[in-house]
């Protein structure tokens, strides 16, 4: 103890130096990757598209977003659930099937109708309005693995039209619009945004024509990821007015779906690159409608989701002034670490064994006080006797008329003024046995005739110690 006495300032320099190297690393190591993969469907379609300025977001922080490209949402999925990657676009209705304690949703991005075109000049009497008139024909249903095949085999199914009553061909967006331009199918399913160049390109050859759902409302009840939405007359071409009329068709919506262990500063630059893409809407999305988390096939990512409402809001400007991983470490102080020690401080205010032991304290802290001065007893001579009974009768005053406690702690603090009176009665002790003393030693000075500068000095030191 006389050793950290001595050098208590040096030990709280160095203290504090270690907390501090400790702290230091503990934000460095906790730096995410600055490389990471996101998942992004067939090259050329509007995940890929998105994806790419996603990659471009996040080169601007210094990180290098790779693009990789798949068969389409079902493979998405599959590589995400496997863990072979942990970011990925996946098609509104394929993620129900993903394992929600591995991945969950940061947020729904674009509404992606579902286009059916078919060939002018086929035999209807009247232009198709109902699946169940696709009986017989050659029907390209997606490549297998995609998000577009699965769902246009559930809604052929669902209208009595399947492999048994009409060709089911499986086969990639591009096949499949060549296909409908040489005549070797009849009617196409595509799922994709109204940006992609390709299906810009259907929905003005004039060889070909946008189904309109007559029963549009009836498949959004039946499937919770689905939507109606209308196409109004002239809105992918006003000059040749594509379409020519109102079309009514299904919509579903696209997903970022994300690992729940991917790091939290690379969850926030996703969510900075998700609104910077997607916030400004498009001819179908309105404007601020996303990123959302309406359409969430998975669990919300409540990390995502906080960090979504801070950046729409403008409320998270710390990039404006600090580096990537300042701005997303004081980010991440403010919406998760904070938060949860203002619920907890007033918790542990009302903790019983908080409030025991600051009762406890209260009294206990000054029997130090007192057990110091018991130990300098046998040593305290003359005047420090009578300063030490002052002080402690003074503190027995002020513990009289200052200290608080409830009426459960009462008996501890009587406890403790009892031994406040038991040291006073010991220092009270002390003062009379050297009084005593005192005159053992004048009467011995008195008795001894000859020697009566000797008994003057005894008796004058024995007066000292009293």
Do not use: C
Request: aromatic residues 8%; negative net charge.
């Amino acid at each position: 103890m006389e050793f950290i006495r001595r050098n208590l300032l040096w030990l709280s320099a160095a203290l504090g130096l270690l907390l501090l190297v400790a702290i230091v690393a503990a934000i460095f190591l906790s730096l995410p990757p600055r490389q990471f993969t996101i998942l992004s469907g067939r090259e050329g379609g509007a995940y890929f598209q998105f994806a790419q300025q996603y990659r471009e977001v996040a080169a601007e922080y210094g990180f290098d977003l790779r693009v990789q490209p798949t068969a389409g949402s079902v493979e998405t999925l599959q590589l995400l659930d496997s863990g072979a990657a942990q970011v990925g676009f996946v098609q509104g209705g394929i993620a129900q099937t993903g394992d929600a304690t591995k991945l969950s949703t940061m947020a729904s991005v674009f509404h992606e109708p579902i286009w059916i075109i078919y060939r002018q000049g086929l035999n209807f009497a009247q232009p198709p309005d109902d699946l169940l008139q696709l009986q017989g024909l050659r029907i390209g249903v997606g490549e297998a693995g995609s998000g577009s095949h699965d769902l246009a085999l559930r809604l052929l199914a669902d209208s009595g039209v399947s492999a048994a009553n009409s060709s089911l061909v499986e086969d990639s967006s591009q096949s499949m619009a060549d296909s409908l331009r040489s005549g070797d199918l009849d009617v196409a399913f595509f799922v994709l945004s109204l940006t992609s160049p390709l299906i810009q390109e259907l929905l003005v050859d004039p060889s070909l024509a946008l189904m309109s759902l007559r029963r549009a409302d009836a498949f959004a009840r039946r499937y919770v990821y689905l939507s109606s939405m209308v196409i109004p007359e002239g809105t992918v071409d006003l000059q040749k007015d594509r379409p020519p009329a109102d079309v009514q068709v299904l919509s579903t919506v696209a997903n970022v779906v994300v690992s729940n262990d991917l790091h939290p500063d690379l969850l926030r630059l996703l969510t900075i690159a998700a609104v910077r893409t997607h916030e400004m809407g498009s001819l179908l999305d309105r404007r601020f409608e996303f990123p959302n988390v309406l359409y969430a096939d998975l669990p919300v990512n409540k990390e995502a989701s906080a960090y979504m409402n801070r950046i729409k809001s403008g409320e998270s400007i710390l990039d404006n002034y600090f580096p990537f991983w300042l701005a997303a470490l004081i980010d991440r102080y403010l919406l998760f670490v904070v938060p949860i020690a203002l619920l907890l401080l007033p918790m542990l205010s009302r903790s019983p064994l908080l409030y025991q032991f600051y009762m406890r304290n209260r009294i206990v802290r000054w029997y130090h006080t007192i057990r110091s001065v018991e130990l300098r007893l046998e040593t305290t001579v003359g005047i420090d006797i009578d300063r030490e009974i002052a002080e402690l009768r003074a503190l027995d005053e002020r513990l009289t008329k200052e200290l608080s406690v409830s009426n459960t702690y009462m008996p501890d603090v009587y406890n403790l003024r009892t031994n406040i009176d038991f040291v006073i009665t010991k220092l009270e002790r002390r003062k009379a046995q050297l009084h005593r003393a005192a005159q053992a030693a004048r009467k011995a000075s008195g008795a001894v005739g000859g020697a009566p500068a000797a008994g003057d000095a005894a008796e004058t030191s024995v007066s000292e110690a009293i």
